[in-house]
């Protein structure tokens, strides 16, 4: 069973930064492309970035480029979103996908507030 547990969010300053993880387990991690969505409140669920398996290749969503990076670390089946200066628009609920572009099955989300 495909279990993706995310964490690392919470409530932060305009400008700050947070680094989110998403602990996977249930499938071969090191084999699969990964991913980051979220969703603000009252909005459509928002790709966010993508990772391919060996962690080479990434994309990013207009809206996040040059403020976030993903990252992965096979090792550990773990994936990560460093989050850096985070804007109002930014608050969402965060999700980690098992796939490139946030279709597949995704976690329960974390929660990133970001407050001016």
């Known amino acids: 069973e495909v279990q993706l547990v995310e964490s690392g969010g919470g409530l932060v300053q305009l400008g700050g930064s947070l680094r989110l993880s998403c602990a996977a387990s249930?499938?071969?991690?090191?084999?699969?492309?990964m991913s980051w969505v979220r969703q603000a409140p009252g909005k459509a669920l928002e790709w966010v970035s993508g990772i391919s398996p060996g962690g080479h290749f990434a994309d990013y969503a207009d809206s996040v480029k040059g403020r976030f990076t993903i990252s992965r670390d096979n090792t550990k089946n773990t994936l990560y979103l460093q989050l850096n200066s985070l804007k109002t628009e930014d608050t969402a609920i965060y999700y980690c996908?098992?796939?490139?572009?946030?279709?597949?099955?995704r976690g329960q989300g974390t929660q990133v507030t970001v407050s001016s």
């Open positions: 249930g499938f071969t991690f090191s084999w699969n492309d």
């Open positions: 996908a098992k796939d490139r572009y946030g279709t597949g099955p």
